[in-house]
C-alpha cells in the first residue's frame, strides 16, 4: 500500500514536470465572453456565457499568478453547456488565503483551441475573522474559564483554543469548540497559582484557522497556606497529641496529619475539620520518636505545602524499682523497695515458685508488701513493676529470691 502512495506521488510530480504541449489557435473559433470569477474559501469560481458554436466541444481554462505571467491551463471542461468552475488549486495543493489570481478561458474544437478571453483577477477570501474581545477568569481551582464574542463573519463554523505560558507564545492549541454561537471553553487540569496566556481563532467550514486577534491572561487559584507552630504532648500510653495555629488562608476546610518514623517515611495518619487545631495519634511505642508534618486543603480540595518537618517523642516506660530486699517476718514475706520514677502511681508484685509458676500476686502505692500466702520449706521469687499514671508498665525489677523456714 505504501509503494503503490509513493509511486503516485512520484506520478503527479514526474506529470507536472513534463512542459505542456502548444495548442493550436483557430483564430475563427468564438471568443468566450462575460467571463465573471467569484471569491471563495482558498477556491476562486469562475462563471462565463455557453458558446453554442457547433464546432466548439468545450472550453478549457488558463491560471496565472501575473497578469502578465505565464498561463497554465488547470482544467478542461468537455460540455460546452457547462460554463461554470470552482478552481481549488489541485490535487494535494490548495490556493493561498487571501491571494489574486488571474484566469482566461478559451473554447476547443477537435481542430484547437479558439483565442483566449479577456483576464480577469480572481481572489480567494481572507482567513475567517477571530474574535477580538477575551476574557479569561482567574482564581479558579486548576481551571480557567475562557470566553468570547463571535466575530462578524458568517464562514465561522467553529473556534480553536490556544494556550500558552508566556504571553508572545509559542501557543499550543488545547482545545476545539464547535458552533458559531458556542463561545466558551474551561480549561481543566491546570497548575495551583499559575499564570496562563490564551488565544481563540476562528475555523471555517473547509478548517482555515484565522489569525490571533487578542491574548487574554488568567492565574489559577493558589494553593492555601499551611498551619503553623506545631506542638505535641503526650497524652496516653503511646499516644500524642498534636497541636497548631491554623492556616491563614479563609477557605481551608480541613487539616491532614502525616507521620513517620523516619524523616522520609511520611504518611497520611488522619485528617480533622478546620475548627479542630488538634490531634491525637494512637498506638504509638512508647519513648520513641516520631516525625510529623501538616498541610491545609480548601474548600476545593487544593492541598497546601507542608509544615516543616517536626519531631516528638512519646511518653517512654517509667524506671523499674531497684533496692529490691526480701525477709521473712513470722509466717510472711516482707518485700520491700526504692521508689521508682517521679509519677510512678502504683507497683505490681510478682511471685514464682517451682520453677515456672508465675503470677501477680499485688498491687500497691506503697514501697513494701507483705506476702502472707506463703509455705514453709518453699522457696520463692519476686520481682516489681513500676506503672505510671498512663497505666505503662516499667521493665521487671531484678528478681530476689528467698526460701520460707
Known amino acids: 500500500m505504501k509503494r503503490a502512495f509513493l509511486f503516485l506521488l512520484v506520478f503527479i510530480f514526474m506529470w507536472g514536470c513534463i512542459p505542456q504541449t ?12 462575460g467571463l465573471k470569477t467569484h471569491s471563495g474559501i482558498r477556491s476562486v469560481g469562475l462563471s462565463w456565457k455557453p458558446v453554442l458554436d457547433k464546432r466548439v466541444k468545450g472550453y478549457v481554462v488558463f491560471r496565472s499568478s501575473s497578469p502578465t505571467g505565464e498561463f497554465k491551463q488547470i482544467t478542461k471542461i468537455s460540455n460546452k453547456l457547462k460554463t461554470t468552475y ?8 490548495h490556493l493561498e488565503d487571501n491571494a489574486i489570481y488571474y484566469y482566461k478561458i478559451a473554447v476547443y474544437s477537435d481542430s484547437g483551441i479558439g483565442p483566449s478571453s479577456q483576464v480577469v483577477e480572481g481572489k480567494t477570501l481572507p482567513p475567517p475573522n477571530s474574535p477580538k474581545q477575551i476574557s479569561a477568569t482567574s482564581g479558579l481551582a486548576r481551571m480557567v474559564v475562557i470566553k468570547w464574542y463571535p466575530p462578524q463573519d458568517d464562514t465561522v463554523v467553529a473556534y480553536n483554543i490556544y494556550r500558552s505560558i508566556n504571553p508572545k507564545g509559542p501557543f499550543k492549541k488545547v482545545g476545539r469548540v464547535n458552533g458559531y454561537v458556542n463561545t466558551i471553553y474551561i480549561d481543566k487540569g491546570l ?11 476562528s475555523v471555517n467550514y473547509k478548517g482555515v484557522e484565522g489569525d490571533i486577534l487578542a491574548v487574554a491572561k488568567a492565574t489559577t487559584k493558589f494553593k492555601p497556606a499551611p498551619p503553623r507552630n506545631l506542638s505535641a504532648k503526650p497524652s496516653g500510653a503511646g499516644k500524642l497529641t498534636i497541636y497548631w495555629w491554623p492556616s ?18 511520611l504518611g497520611l495518619v488522619g485528617e480533622v475539620p478546620s475548627d479542630n487545631l488538634s490531634y491525637i495519634d494512637s498506638g504509638l511505642s512508647p519513648g520513641k520518636t516520631y516525625y510529623y508534618y501538616l498541610t491545609s486543603v480548601d474548600k476545593d480540595g487544593i492541598e497546601s505545602l507542608p509544615t516543616k518537618i517536626y519531631s516528638f517523642e512519646t511518653k517512654p516506660l517509667p524506671e523499674p524499682p531497684t533496692g529490691i530486699s ?52 518453699t522457696t520463692y521469687y519476686y520481682y516489681i513493676k513500676a506503672v505510671d499514671k498512663y497505666g505503662q508498665e516499667s521493665p521487671p525489677s531484678p528478681e530476689v529470691k528467698i526460701k520460707v523456714r
Open 248 to 265: 491563614i488562608t479563609a477557605d481551608v476546610v480541613k487539616y491532614r496529619i502525616y507521620r513517620g518514623s523516619t524523616k522520609g517515611s
Open 22 to 33: 502548444k495548442q493550436t489557435v483557430i483564430t475563427s473559433l468564438p471568443i468566450v465572453e
Open 326 to 377: 526480701v525477709k521473712q517476718v513470722g509466717h510472711a514475706v516482707v518485700i520491700s523497695w526504692s521508689k521508682a520514677s517521679p509519677d510512678t502511681v502504683k507497683y505490681e508484685v510478682f511471685r514464682r515458685h517451682f520453677v515456672i509458676l508465675t503470677r501477680k500476686i499485688a498491687e500497691t502505692e506503697n514501697t513494701y508488701y507483705t506476702d502472707n500466702e506463703v509455705s514453709p520449706n
Open 191 to 201: 497548575k495551583d497559582g499559575s499564570t496562563y496566556y490564551y488565544s481563540v481563532v
Open 86 to 93: 470552482e478552481d481549488t488549486g489541485g490535487f494535494l495543493k
